[in-house]
């Protein structure tokens, strides 16, 4: 994800593919933070409903843009919610179980993104197809 937003000029900062631990280590979503710029941002946003033009995922697993951070999982409030009930113990075996299930579905999502940007680095007539060379 880092190396094709830089790629297309949009430059991150810090990332992570997501984690689940029963410490209560880090996010159970991949998110990516760009650099605060109006540029950038806008630029993101606007390749992000281009993508979401194409299938709409379910909310848990729909990408986000807040502020500065692409994610998933429902938005940073309701990850370090999660990230906090993890840290205290609060779910359960099969909980856990399931919240790796979702970052998995979340982890798929962000590498579709990065199949959809990487369209976006190959010039048109390798997205239309193979041409004969041969002119009409």
């Given at each position: 994800m880092v190396?094709?937003?830089?790629l297309l000029g949009l430059r991150t900062?810090?990332?992570c593919a997501g984690h689940?631990?029963?410490?209560?280590?880090?996010?159970?979503?991949?998110?990516?933070?760009?650099?605060v710029d109006d540029a950038v941002l806008s630029r993101v946003a606007a390749l992000l409903d281009t993508f979401h033009a194409e299938g709409e995922p379910s909310d848990d697993v729909r990408l986000?843009?807040?502020?500065?951070?692409?994610?998933?999982?429902?938005?940073?409030?309701?990850l370090e919610r999660t990230r906090q009930h993890?840290?205290?113990?609060?779910?359960?075996?099969?909980?856990v179980d399931l919240l790796r299930g979702r970052l998995?579905?979340?982890q798929a999502e962000m590498?579709?993104?990065v199949h959809f940007l990487r369209r976006q680095l190959q010039p048109t007539s390798q997205q239309n197809g193979p041409t004969t060379g041969r002119s009409l």
């Open positions: 190396a094709v937003s830089n900062l810090q990332s689940v631990n029963e410490q209560g280590y880090q996010h159970a979503a991949p998110w990516v933070d760009f650099v986000l843009l807040e502020k500065q951070r692409l994610s998933n999982g429902g938005g940073y409030v309701a993890l840290a205290e113990g609060l779910l359960t075996r099969r909980e998995a579905d979340r590498q579709r993104f």
